[in-house]
């Protein structure tokens, strides 16, 4: 019996996948897959009961406290971010692949099945996974493959039966996991387009934000995050909390446009209230226990490995590298980092840390310590080379 593993999320995409396998790609049996990184607890049931009515064999994995640790905590260290956004999307693909892989081998799968269309980054980042780790099993990506565009596809599950969310009016697409929340498509692909409120759902409107600041202190070890206001945390805990606290105070919303690995610029409408609120807290503590040049360097590692944890690379030796340089810096990247959340905006209001480079004694205005007059020397050879050129140029 010829059997496919499709990676299943409970969408359109995904769901009119399931009568195309056996219509037009010949499966007998269809084996659904849904890997829970943190979107909601409703979204699993319904995506597990749609899976069934469908006459799939299904699957639900429960991955959220293994993406946390070691996909959100990775990217925070890294301070992951692509073109001015925590990425979310981007390092939950691998797990999820991973996992189909994993259902795959204990199944008998010939092959594989995604959602993915031919004009977004998720096909590189799915296949990569499956080609690396599973290179036997074909790959189909019937969307690709067939061209289609989410209106036909709107219409090919009204034909087939295929209960869905999306309609014309409402045709835009949403992912979620706990590190970010997505939404795309439709009118929102227009960059001069006002996204509409009723999109966001983590976040309230800055406006309707509280008329007061919420402070947040957030303890570090180690380079992730262990603690909020004094009270130790695990890692899927701690983030749902903190997503909770921005949320409320209008924190996280981002809306840019975004260079895809295929050269597309698009707009993209993001909620990532968790992520900019320990990014930013993240940042302020590395520069307080930092050095000045593992700063600047540390910044074209992180973006290189934003770059290539955006393309879905999660295996490539070259992380691996950057993560080794990355790691050894986070040994000293322990300490508290105290926030200012308020309608909208996220604030470092204070750091400590016991691995300071920081002396109060010789920064204070008020100190000898550091003897002033020893300067002077200095800053007569300050420039020299520079001020020899503007010599010459008045010349």
């Known amino acids: 019996m010829k059997t496919v593993v499709l990676v299943y999320s409970g969408g359109l995409d995904t769901s009119v996948c399931i009568p195309m396998m056996r219509e037009d790609y010949g499966f007998e049996r269809v084996v659904t ?46 301070n992951g971010d692509y073109q001015g956004y925590p990425l979310s999307t981007a390092i939950a693909r691998p797990l999820i692949s ?3 892989v994993d259902v795959a081998k204990k199944v008998g799968g010939d092959a594989f099945c995604h959602g993915c269309t031919g004009k977004g980054n998720d096909q590189f980042r799915i296949e990569f996974v499956m080609m690396a780790l599973a290179p036997d099993l074909a790959i189909i990506a019937p969307m690709r493959e067939k061209n289609l565009t989410r209106i036909e596809e709107i219409e090919y599950a009204k034909a087939h039966n295929v209960p869905i969310a999306q309609s014309i009016d409402k045709i835009w697409s949403v992912d979620e996991n706990m590190w970010g929340r997505s939404i795309e498509g439709g009118r929102l692909e227009e960059p001069d387009y006002f996204p509409p ?18 402070e947040l202190a957030v303890g570090f070890e180690n380079g992730v995050p262990v603690s909020l206001n004094g009270q130790i945390m695990p890692p899927v805990e701690l983030i749902m909390k903190v997503k909770e606290i921005a ?47 593992e700063l600047f360097f540390k910044s074209m590692v992180d973006r290189k490995w934003g770059e290539l944890a ?86």
């Not at 829970?36 to 994995?61: F, N, S």
């Not at 204070?364 to 310590?369: A, C, I, L, Q, R």
């Open 33 to 78: 897959v849904t890997i829970d990184v943190g979107q909601p607890e409703e979204d699993i049931k319904v995506a597990a009961e749609k899976a069934k009515a469908l006459g799939t064999e299904h699957y639900t994995v429960d991955a959220k406290d293994e993406f946390a640790r070691e996909y959100i905590f990775p990217a925070v260290k890294a």
């Open 98 to 100: 991973l996992k189909a």
């Open 197 to 214: 409120e009723e999109i966001y759902e983590w976040t309230v409107s800055p406006r309707e934000a509280p008329d007061k600041v919420e």
């Open 247 to 293: 949320g409320r105070n209008g924190v996280g919303r981002i809306d840019v446009m975004e260079d895809r690995m295929l050269g597309l610029k698009v707009r993209e409408n993001y909620e990532c209230p968790a992520a900019v609120t320990l990014i930013t807290a993240h940042k302020a503590l590395e520069a307080l226990v930092c050095t000045k040049d």
């Open 310 to 395: 955006y393309a879905g690379l999660w295996f490539d030796p070259l992380k691996e590298d950057l993560e080794a340089f990355i790691n050894k810096i986070q040994e000293r990247v322990t300490g508290v980092v105290h926030l200012r959340l308020y309608k909208g905006s996220v604030t470092v209001a204070g750091r400590s840390s016991k691995f300071a480079l920081y002396s109060e004694d010789l920064a204070s205005f008020d100190s000898k310590t550091f003897v002033q007059s020893e300067m002077t020397g200095a800053v007569k050879v300050h420039g020299l080379q520079a001020r020899m050129y503007r010599g010459l140029k008045r010349k």
